[in-house]
């Protein structure tokens, strides 16, 4: 149970494009969804946390407009990185909780290389 | 702010040796702690917790101690396997939902 599924696992993009990434709880309703960045040798940093029907919260640092997220279902989330640079080229991870409950389960993640 | 350290990789060891990954945390209050695991390909699996001092966490042969004087919650294992092959991130949870993670430690098994 609690599975969390990326879609797609890896991206190749050209700049200047828009590329969405899209996050599911396979076997469960997700209220919070969040999604974090994870740069090669890097800690996970988390960019944002979305609850079914409301708008995202950002974390500080974080450009809303550039990474747009929508979290329309108790099952999908997704994230949107519009007109991409190759300074975007990160590994994305979703992962979702089911309620109040604090703990998460994560996403395989989403490689995207902007060229 | 608040921090979590672990040591850098890549550990390499030998089937049954003993695995210690140690992971140390900066935090006000009382943060609970996590090991996750991360196998190739794959989403972070949780695989142990603590959330108060002196818990021991404990999953598949692996352990790690809450200790709350030395700030620390130490991840081991006495006999690793190959299958155990993976990355290994330790993080703490600070308010409700902010999980504040350390950067990874890739162990490698060797047969």
């Known amino acids: 149970g609690a599975v969390v599924s990326q879609h797609p696992s890896r991206v190749i993009c050209k700049s200047g494009t828009s590329v969405k990434i899209e996050c599911r709880s396979l076997?469960?309703?997700?209220?919070?969804m969040f999604w974090y960045r994870q740069f090669p040798k890097q800690s996970l940093m988390l960019m944002a946390t979305s609850n079914e029907g409301s708008k995202a919260t950002y974390e500080q640092g974080v450009e809303k407009d550039k990474f747009l997220i929508n979290h329309a279902s108790l099952t999908l989330s997704t994230l949107t990185v519009t007109s991409a640079h190759p300074e975007d080229s990160s590994f994305y991870i979703c992962?979702?909780?089911?309620?109040?409950?604090?703990?998460?389960?994560f996403g395989p993640g989403t490689r995207l290389t902007v060229t | 702010g608040d921090s979590v350290t672990q040591m850098e990789g890549p550990v390499t060891l030998s089937e049954e040796a003993f695995l210690t990954i140690n992971c140390t945390y900066t935090?006000?209050?009382?943060?609970?702690l996590f090991w996750y695991v991360q196998y190739p390909g794959e989403g972070l699996q949780l695989l142990l917790k603590?959330?108060?001092?002196?818990d021991k966490g404990s999953n598949k042969g692996f352990e790690a101690t809450y200790r709350k004087e030395t700030t620390s919650f130490h991840l081991e294992k006495g006999s690793v396997q190959v299958s155990d092959s993976a990355v290994y991130f330790c993080a703490l949870l600070a308010g409700t939902y902010k999980y504040i993670f350390g950067t990874g430690t890739r162990l490698k098994v060797l047969a």
């Open positions: 076997d469960f309703q997700a209220t919070t």
């Open positions: 603590a959330t108060k001092a002196d």
């Open positions: 935090a006000t209050g009382y943060p609970s």
């Open positions: 992962s979702a909780s089911q309620d109040s409950n604090y703990e998460q389960y």
